[in-house]
C-alpha cells in the first residue's frame, strides 16, 4: 500500500503540509495544494481512514436529519453539505425521518454509539433531538438549518422567512391583485407561521383587508396544491392570485386551475417559493421565491466543523439572502 511518505516526496513536501492538506485543504496555499493532490493521484494514495479514526477517536461521520428526502427542496441542501464535508474527509449519513420522532431517535443514536460526531438538524424539532441525547457522554455537537426552532440553543441557518414572503406578496400587489389567497404549509411549522406574517405585514403595509377565507392550510405537497385551488375557487369572490408557501403546492395549485378550464396567469397569478429545478419548466414557468439551497448546506455544515473542532462559530444565527425570482405565472391582473 502506498504510503504519506511516498506523496510527500513525490510533492516535495513534508509528510506533516501532506496530511494537513488532507485534512484541511482551504488552510493549504493553492500552489502546494495542487502539488499534493497531484502526488496523491500519481502514486495511487488512499489514506487509512480506520487509522485516522481510532487515533482521532472520532468517527469522521455527521448525521443530516431530513424532514422529507422526496421534497426537492432538501436534495440542493444536502448537496450542499455533502461538498462541504466531502472537502473536510467527513461522510454523511442521511436520516430520512419522515416526520416521524421513532425515525429520527434511531439516526441520533449513531451519535450516541459514536458512529457519527454531530447533527445538522433541517426541521424545527431541536428539542426532541436533545431530549434524545440527554445523558450523552458529553455536549454533541448539532446545527439546526432551513425550518429553524425558535430561539434554539444552538446554532442556526436559514432565510428571512417574513421578509421573502413579503417580497413574494409585493410582486402580486405591484401587479394589481387586491385578493390574494395564500396555502400554508403544516400549522406546527415555523415555516408556516413565518410566512403566514410576512403575507399579512403585506396585506397591511398596503392597505388591503385581509380576509380569513383567503388562507387555506396545506402540506407542502402537490396534492394540497390542487385542493387548495377548489376551496379558494368557492369563496365568495375569489381571489385573483394565489401564494403558494412552496413551488410543490404552487406546482399543484396551476394544476388544477388548468384542469378547471382557466388560464395561467391570465385567469389567476400563481406564485411559489423555493425555486426547485422544476419550477423553470412547468407550463406556464412559475414566479417563486429562490433559496440560496446548497449555500445553506454548505454554511451548515461549516458551522457544524467549527464545534466539531472546538471552535466558536462567528455567530450564532446565520440569515442567507433570497431573490424573487420573475416567470410567466403571475402577470397583471385582468
Known sequence: ????????????????????????????????????LKAVEAVGYRPNMMARNFRAKKSFAVVVLVPNIANPFFSHVIRGIEQGAQQEGYAVLLGDTQGLKEREAEYISLVSSRQADGIIQLSANVDGVLEILDGADGPVPLVNACECAVNPPCPTVRIDNVGAAKKAMEHLISLG??????????GDSPLTVDRLHGYKL??????????????????????SGRRAVTSLSAVNNPPSAIFCCNDEMAIGAMHRVKTDGFRVPED??????DDIEFASYVDPALTTIAQPTEELGKVAFSVLLDLLEGRTPEQMEFVLPTELIVRDSTGVRS
Open 1 to 36: 500500500m502506498t504510503s504519506i511518505r511516498k506523496v510527500s516526496q513525490v510533492a516535495g513536501v513534508s509528510v506533516a503540509t501532506v496530511s494537513r492538506t488532507m485534512r484541511h485543504p482551504d488552510r493549504v496555499r493553492k500552489e502546494t495544494r495542487e502539488k499534493v
Open 177 to 186: 391583485h387586491e385578493r390574494i389567497g395564500i396555502v400554508l404549509g403544516p
Open 202 to 223: 403585506a396585506l397591511q403595509e398596503n392597505k388591503l383587508p385581509f380576509d380569513k377565507r383567503l388562507v387555506v392550510s396545506g402540506d407542502f405537497s402537490l396534492g
Open 268 to 273: 389567476i397569478s400563481i406564485i411559489g417559493f
